[in-house]
């Protein structure tokens, strides 16, 4: 023990010193019929939920419907507030969530504000999404740090829906006689309209105006309802996966388009113009069309306090992020602009002397709850099905983020139906479609633990309804657009996004540009539908046509790799193994075949012709000068000994390196008799994948020639028994691994006697195999 306790710890396995591992094996051949018979119990086998396919019942069952549960276990799994807030540390977590909850109240006051205006409704609606949605995504959420609330982009669709459902309910009835100067804007009636401007430019309010206003907000809280019924729908089902579908190349250039479209409906706040809000194909032409034509109406007040104001908030977002190490918290650049900017406002008389545009009458306190309207939802279902997945998405993205750098689980599932509570019980309270915010979900990660943050920022929002919110009468419109085209800095820096993607992976790049390009021209939700197909394009695309290559043997080992990657994979004489990097199914079949021809050089229909390829069938990994004369290539010839002399009867087939063979290049003196598809990459094939297959296996049988699979999936052999494969060729076709079948290849060639073949190689031996890799097969 003295010994052991006084003796030097072992030195630390470097990457130079570290040990290494032999494996040194003797087994038999396996195919998959003889696999299965030796190690599976055939009960096993056919009762085992491993190997059994499920019915639809029991799939539907497993993957949509709630499983059994304790009522404890429903109310841990739908409320994670049960769980978390028993374990919540007061004294490291409390100081943290308050300050991180009055940070972000304070920068939910003038987005909420802004992006109120952007979905086309009352600015004081904007504040009413920070109270009732907050607090049930608090008990409801998996998330920390999302912070709900106002979204840009998800305000801007909301706007769209919002004005044509009002335009559609205020037009003249189908029995009227249509107007011969209907506007081509798609926004509201024209006369209402036109009466409400011009009550806005006198300072004035009408009755007019506050009726829109609760039309615009009955429409809101109904689309609000139905986004809500149907996230809740997606998250019972366990719908969560469907995030998959949006990657982040469509997610992101749908956000930046999106930004572009958000970025030009506020251009006519900080012009003072009175701008239509156009729909449909080409909406952003023809809005910044009627912009420059009508540029010389521009208000300059509103211009120079909408400039100034970006200035100014871009100066002090630079200066908190260069002091961000120093300071604690960062500064409230757009409430300080909010703020001064209001003051400025009614001391100077913007409105009045300058005729700005401000946001006059707020109401003071929270609207009493009223029931949304179902007789406005039948209108609305696309829309809600588009903005429920662009918030599922946006929401998904940022909770996984954040989850990742702070090292916690979220539920996707879950998200839906807290993101879908929060939806259904805020339109009871006045509330438009809520969402994830990117800007103020990083200052609540960097600040608040977490999600009781909320309660400091509904304490604030409720004190502004209650005593401030009047006070905002003198704001700018032009301010407030100017906060909203700051905090679209981020999204218009994801153009860098696709100049990554372009060096990275073409394709990709291609899905973001045409969701980008869609939504900017087309506008959002069918701009969303043309990302969807174009990377649905691309998939097909790449899957139709996806890499193959030949495998050879590292010497020495039972490990195959592409022959053109790896210098030291050798190809096997007279056996070209192949893979396919992809999936059989009826959009690659004819390539998969075309392909295999291509690089084994054996066509089973014209056999005496061969590849472009060469005759080797192999890609030179470098090219000879031409000198006018046939390339000498150096080559070694493999020995197959058979030895009999083993217990009940097997074979053993050992390959021994003798000696060297010089020839012209591209020249093969052994014929293929046998070609293996290394099927380890299927992962699932339809019936026209096995079809191809089939035939293949027929027309080189005919001509001599070997066909196995390797590596097959348990889904890929059912599929295969099913469609008639195994029975017209044989199981014994089919082997465990791609180094079974190359034994069992060369054991039935050289069965009855030893023989020497040359084999053709760029540099050096065909295959090598040492005592180490003695393999046993059994003859059929």
């Not at 979905?119 to 912070?147: K, Q």
């Not at 206003?213 to 009955?218: F, G, H, I, P, Y």
């Not at 809005?287 to 200035?311: D, H």
């Amino acid at each position: 023990m003295k010994d052991l306790e006084e003796s030097e710890p072992p030195p630390l396995i470097t990457r130079r010193s570290r040990r290494r591992y032999r494996i040194n094996l003797s087994r038999h051949v396996y195919n998959e019929r003889e696999f299965t018979e030796s190690f599976i119990n055939q009960e096993e086998y056919t009762t085992s939920s491993e190997f059994e396919p499920s019915s639809l019942a029991k799939t539907l069952r497993r993957n949509f419907l709630p499983s059994r549960c304790t009522c404890k276990d429903i109310l841990q799994s739908w409320f994670p507030i049960v769980e978390w807030l028993p374990a919540y540390n007061v004294r490291r977590d409390l100081a943290h969530d308050i300050a991180g909850g009055l940070t972000v109240a304070i920068m939910h006051i003038p987005q909420g504000l802004a992006y109120a205006l952007l979905a086309s409704l009352p600015a004081v609606t904007g504040l009413y999404t920070a109270f009732v949605p907050i607090l049930v995504y608090m008990a409801m959420g998996t998330s920390r740090h999302i912070s709900l609330g106002t979204f840009a982009v998800v305000c801007l669709m909301v706007g769209h829906v919002v004005d044509r459902e009002v335009e559609q309910s205020l037009s003249p009835t189908p029995t009227a006689p249509a107007p011969t100067n209907r506007p081509l804007d798609g926004s509201v009636n024209e006369v209402l309209r036109n009466s409400i401007y011009k009550q806005e430019s006198n300072g004035s309010s009408s009755n007019e105006q506050d009726l829109l206003d609760e039309k615009k907000l009955e429409v809101a809280v109904a689309l609000s309802m139905l986004v809500g019924l149907l996230q809740l729908l997606m998250g019972l089902l366990k719908l969560g996966f469907v995030a998959v579908y949006l990657s982040d190349p469509i997610i992101s250039g749908f956000t930046t388009g999106a930004a572009i479209l958000v970025f030009t409906s506020q251009v006519k706040h900080i012009l003072g113009l009175e701008v239509p809000r156009y729909s449909g194909a080409f909406a952003v032409v023809k809005t910044y069309i009627f912009m420059f034509k009508n540029i010389t109406l521009a208000v300059p007040g509103s211009v120079i306090t909408g400039v100034v104001c970006i200035l100014v908030l871009i100066a002090l977002k630079y200066i908190s992020e260069k002091l961000k190490h120093r300071m604690k918290f960062p500064i409230p650049a757009e409430l300080i602009v909010v703020v001064l900017g209001t003051v400025v406002s009614y001391f100077v008389g913007l409105n009045e002397k300058f005729q700005v545009s401000v946001l006059r009458d707020i109401p003071k306190g929270l609207r009493a709850p009223s029931a949304p309207s179902f007789m406005l939802m039948g209108n609305m279902v696309t829309d809600a099905i588009v903005i429920s997945i662009v918030i599922f998405a946006t929401n998904i993205s940022l909770a996984k983020t954040f989850a990742k750098r702070n090292n916690y689980v979220i539920d996707s599932n879950q998200e839906l139906i807290a993101c879908g509570s929060a939806n259904v019980l805020g339109s009871f309270f006045s509330c438009f479609p809520v969402s994830g915010s990117l800007s103020r979900s990083v200052i609540q990660e960097s600040i608040a633990r977490t999600q009781l943050c909320s309660i400091p920022v509904v304490v604030v929002i409720i004190l502004v309804l209650l005593f401030i919110a009047p006070l905002f009468y003198h704001l700018p419109k032009a301010i407030l657009a100017a906060v909203v085209v700051v905090a679209l800095k981020g999204l218009f820096r994801q153009f860098n996004r696709l100049v990554q993607l372009w060096r990275m992976c073409k394709p990709d790049a291609v899905v973001w540009f045409a969701a980008w390009l869609g939504v900017v021209l087309l506008g959002i939700d069918i701009g969303l539908g043309v990302g969807v197909i174009m990377a649905l394009v691309v998939v097909i695309w790449k899957s139709s046509r996806p890499p193959a290559s030949l495998l050879g043997q590292i010497p020495n080992t039972g490990i195959y790799r592409d022959i053109q990657r790896m210098t030291s994979a050798k190809p096997i004489p007279g056996i070209k193994i192949f893979r396919f990097e992809s999936a059989m199914f009826y959009a690659n079949s004819e390539y998969f075949r075309s392909t295999l021809i291509e690089m084994t050089g054996v066509d089973p229909q014209n056999p005496n012709k061969r590849s472009r390829l060469g005759s080797s069938a192999v890609r030179y990994r470098h090219n000879e000068e031409d000198t006018g004369s046939p390339a000498i290539e150096i080559t070694r010839t493999v020995t197959v000994s058979i030895n009999s002399a083993l217990e009940n009867g097997d074979v053993e087939v050992s390959l021994s390196d003798l000696g060297n063979y010089e020839g012209p290049s591209g020249y093969d003196p052994t014929p293929v008799h046998a070609i293996i598809i290394d099927a380890s990459t299927f992962n699932f094939i339809d019936t026209q994948g096995v079809n191809t297959l089939l035939q293949l296996g027929l027309e080189y049988e005919k001509i001599g020639v070997k066909f196995y699979l390797a590596h097959c999936r348990y889904n890929i052999r059912e599929m295969l028994e099913k469609a008639g494969f195994t029975a017209r060729i044989g199981t014994e076709h089919l082997f465990v691994s791609v180094h079974d079948a190359v034994i069992h290849a060369v054991g039935i060639h050289s069965e009855d006697a030893s023989y020497s073949t040359p084999v053709m190689s760029d540099t050096e031996s065909a295959l090598e195999a040492g005592p180490s890799n003695q393999q046993v097969c059994k003859p059929d």
